[in-house]
C-alpha cells in the first residue's frame, strides 16, 4: 500500500488490494470481503479504512481524516461521526481488529489477540438468566428482545425482505382550550417526525389533516397511502402535563401501542423529546419483525405481543398469533422471547417456569429454520439452551452476525456476553456501534455507558451528542438509569454517581423514597475517605440495610 507521509488525499483507484482482520478490501471497487459474498461499501468509508489501516498501530488525528478523505474541506461533525461510526462497525467483523478513540487526539486500527471465554458454567448460567433472560420496563425487554432496531433497512435478509411500511404523524389533539396547548399538540408531532426521520423511517404527508381533525386513525391512514398511523393527545392538569399516543396498523385498523406519559408542568418544553423518543424506540424494537411478516393479522399481534407491558398479556397475545399463524417464523420466535419474558419474572412459580421451556425452545428452533437469514432466529437457541456455554453462545451469536451482518440486537447480546467474561474492549465497541445506530433505545444506550464506564475508558468525542439526546430521551427510564449508575459505580466514577443520584428525575428511580439502602453513606465514604463516613456506611450494611447483592454492599 502506498505511503501516506506524502499527504496525498486517498485515490481508490490506485490503491492496491488488501487483507486486514480476515477481510479482504478492494479500494477500486469499494469491495470488502468477509468470507463470503463481497458487499460494496460507501467511498468514504472505504477511503478512512485504507487511511487507517496504512497507518495501523498509530494515532491518526481527524484533521488527517479530513485532509486525506474529505479532500481538506470544511465538513460537519455528524457526517464524519457517522462515518467512523460504518468503520468501527466493520472493523467488529474483523477478526482481532480494533479501532480505539484516543480521546482528543484522534483513531487508531490496532491488531489485537483475543482469548477465547474461560467463565465457569455455573457463572455463566447465572448471566444467561439475569441478562439473556432478563425482564425488562416499559418498550425494553432487556436483552430478552425489545424486538430489533435498525438504521435504515440494509438489515433485511434476502428472500426475507417486505417492504418498507409507511408511517403517518398526526398533531396531538390539545384537550385544553388556548392556543399554548395547541403549539404543543403540533409540537409532540414534529418531534415524534424528527425521531423517526432520524433512523430513516419514511413518512406519509400529513398536510390535509389539522389537529383538530376528527378521523379514525385507520381512514387516514389508507387516505394518506401510510401503513401506521401515530396519533394522541395531550392534557394539562393541575401541576402536571399528561399526553396520550397510540399507533395504529391501516391494515385491519388495530391499535398496536398505547400508551400515556406525564411531565411537571414547569417540565413541558421536555415533553415533545421524551415522548417522540418513546414511539421511536418502540417502533425501531419491532421494525425487523414486522418487515418478516407479511400477513397483517399476524403482523399485529407480533407488534401488541412485543410492545406489551405485562409480560403475561404479552405471552398471551403470543400464543394466540402463533396458534393463527403456526408456520409464521416471525410468530414462532415472537413466542419464544415472550416466553422468556416470563419465565425471568421473579414472580413466576417454578412449576410455570418448567412448563414454559420446553414449547418455547421448540419454537426457537422452529423460527430459525424458518428465517436462517434473520440475526435474531439465533437468539433463543442460546438463552432457551441448557448445556449452552461462553464459547458456544460466542459461536453462535457470531454465525448469526455472519448470517445477518445487521442484525439489530445481536451485537448488543455478544456485547453483554464478552462483558462478562472479561472482554471489555470488545464489548465497548460491539455496545457503541449498537447505539450509534439505534439512539432511540435505552438499552443499547444504558448498556454503552455501562460498558464504557466499567473499561474506565472516557465517552468518545464522537458519541457525545448522541449521548447527550439519549440521556435526554431516556431521562426517566428506570433501565436506562440503573444501568448508567451501576456502570459509574463499577467504574469508580463516584463523583458522577452522586451527581447522578443528586438529579430530581433519576435520583428516584436509583433510591425510590423509603429505600433503605444506604446509598449516599456509601457514595460519601468513597468520595471523602473519612474514617468516619467510612464507619457510618459500613454501620448501616452491618444493620441489614445493604441487601446481600446489593453493588454497593461490597464497595
Known sequence: MNDMQGGLQVNLAREPDFTLGGAKLRPSTREIDFGGKPETIEPRVMQVLVVLAKRRGAVVSRDELIHHCWEGRVVGEDAINRCLAKVRRLTERMRDVELETIPRVGYRLSETSSAAPTAAKAGFRAWLWRHALGVGSGLALLLVVSGGALFGYGFLGRGEQASSPTFAVLPFNSLNSGEEMHLFGKSMAAATSAALNRVGLPLASTAPFPAEAKHNPAEVGRALGADYVISGSIRREGDMVRAFAR???????????????????????????????????????????????????????????????????????????????????????VFAHASRRVFSHRDTPELERQALIGPARAAGASGRELLPRFGESYLPGCGLSATATPGDCEDLLRQGLAADPQSPWLPTHLGTLLSEVGRLREAGALSASAHATDPFQSTKAGLYLYHLALSRRPDPPEMQPSLRGSQLYWRRDPMFVELRFQGLLAGGRMEEAETLLGDPVAGPIIEPPGDPQPIRSVLAAYRTRAPTDVQRARSECDAGRCPAKSPWRHA
Open 247 to 333: 399507533v395504529d396498523q391501516v391494515e385491519g385498523g388495530t391499535t398496536v401501542y398505547s400508551r400515556v406519559f406525564e411531565v411537571p408542568a414547569e417540565e413541558i418544553s421536555t415533553l415533545p423529546d421524551y415522548v417522540a423518543g418513546r414511539i421511536a424506540g418502540a417502533i425501531t424494537s419491532t421494525i425487523a419483525f414486522i418487515t418478516r411478516e407479511p400477513d397483517p393479522t399476524a403482523r399485529a399481534g407480533v407488534l401488541r405481543a412485543l410492545l406489551s407491558e405485562d409480560p403475561r398479556r404479552g405471552l398471551e397475545v403470543a400464543r394466540e398469533t402463533l396458534a393463527t399463524a403456526p408456520r409464521s417464523g416471525v410468530a414462532q420466535l
